[in-house]
């Protein structure tokens, strides 16, 4: 399930879907840097 998408690279997320904060736990990236698809994940700690 997609969480947060974002056109430009701004900062602002604050961990959070539909107004809730996301509970604790890895979650899956995707972003596109001069045309290659750039993976990772990041662990959001309540």
Do not use: A
């Not at 969480?3 to 809730?20: L, P, R």
């Amino acid at each position: 399930m997609l969480v947060y998408q974002s056109i430009t690279h701004d900062n602002t997320w604050d961990c959070t879907y539909n107004g809730k904060i996301l509970p604790t736990g890895s979650y899956y990236l995707s972003f596109t840097k001069d045309g290659e698809i750039i993976r990772g994940i990041i662990m959001i700690i309540n």
